[in-house]
């Protein structure tokens, strides 16, 4: 396969912006967690992100059966320290 200069630059760039970003992302997600941990406990920090996840993306939360059956005998739901359940990032409209 032969590969003009042209398309060869433009993979570099695709490449190193998709490197740049995700960079960037790593950044943002260890101020995250440590902004969370100093204001928050770490469990509180999980239900944060957690919750925060499920709000992006409705339903992408699953709560684990243990976690449904205290949601409804105890007198304060979730009171679980951290979510056990699963988190799915698929599109759950798709499906």
């Given at each position: ?8 630059k ?69 009171s ?16």
């Open positions: 396969m032969k590969v003009s200069q042209k398309m060869l433009r993979l570099i760039k695709e490449v190193y912006e998709d490197s740049e970003r995700e960079y960037e992302i790593l950044q943002a997600s260890e101020n995250l967690a440590s902004t969370l941990s100093s204001e928050w406990s770490k469990e509180e920090a999980y239900k944060i992100i957690v919750y925060a996840a499920d709000i992006l993306n409705p339903g992408s939360y699953s709560p684990s059966e243990e976690e449904k059956e205290e949601f409804m005998t105890e007198p304060f739901p979730g679980r320290k951290i979510p056990v359940g699963s988190l799915s990032w698929r599109d759950r409209e798709s499906n």
